[in-house]
């Protein structure tokens, strides 16, 4: 597993390092002009180095047909799947690790108050689509699972604005954000790691049926 997880790395090292720099480059400058926001700042930009690191880590294992080398290798397929959902986490995590310790040292230079409250939505946001993306772009080619993917991602904002739009009150909008609180967030973080579960476990079927 620790090999599988050293040749993502490695394909994508470049990708992830520049990434990562302009996402908290950006958090920071975010941050300090709009001080109000909290934690949005670190949820959008650990969103988008989530998406980032999904698509660039398809891409690259496509184009240097790595599925097809690694089933010539002693390894499993449930094995590679694992190593398909670990990667991703585990820079995704270290990015949202860092990204708050870099929240709470600017939010203690500027004498603010430091509010953890909004966690939860970016493990959501980061597991969803973790558990979105892999499987389809299991299934099919990158082509047509990035084509999946814009789709999803269209069908969301159209949603949004759906809901905005023939919502006659928005009062209520305004009445969970004040009623939001921590214990939503263990909520929402607890529905995340549902969502890998599932995932996992239906990608893992994709790909023992997949042929290459």
């Known amino acids: 597993m620790l ?17 990562f720099f302009v ?7 975010v941050m300090i002009k709009w001080d109000f926001l909290e934690m949005a700042s670190v949820i959008v930009t650990t969103s988008f180095f989530c998406y980032f690191c999904l698509t660039s880590l398809f891409e690259k294992v496509e184009k240097n047909a790595g599925d097809e080398l690694l089933i010539a290798l002693p390894y499993k397929r449930n094995e590679i799947v694992y190593g398909k959902f670990l ?10 690790i860092i990204a708050i310790i870099i929240y709470i040292i600017i939010k203690i230079m500027n004498d603010g108050t430091i509010s953890f409250i909004g966690t939860g939505i970016g493990i959501i946001i980061c597991s969803t689509c973790i558990s979105v993306i892999t499987p389809i ?4 080619d990158y082509v047509k699972a990035t084509n999946f993917c814009m789709m999803f991602v269209l069908a969301i904002g159209v949603v949004y604005v ?7 009150n ?13 214990s939503n967030d263990i909520i929402l973080s607890t529905v995340g790691v549902v969502f890998l579960a599932l995932s996992v476990v239906i990608t893992k079927q994709i ?3 997949k042929e290459f």
Do not use: G, Q
Not at 162 to 168: D, E
Not at 177 to 182: R, T
């Open 3 to 19: 090999h599988l997880l050293k040749k993502d790395f490695i394909l994508l090292k470049w990708r992830l390092i520049s990434c």
């Open 23 to 29: 996402c908290i480059f950006f958090m920071v400058i």
């Open 87 to 96: 990667s991703p986490l585990i820079w995704v995590s270290m990015y949202y």
């Open 137 to 140: 772009f299991v299934k099919y």
């Open 162 to 168: 759906l809901v905005l739009k023939f919502s006659k």
């Open 170 to 182: 928005l009062d209520w909008i305004l009445k969970v954000i004040s009623n939001y609180s921590i």
């Open 207 to 209: 790909y023992l049926k």
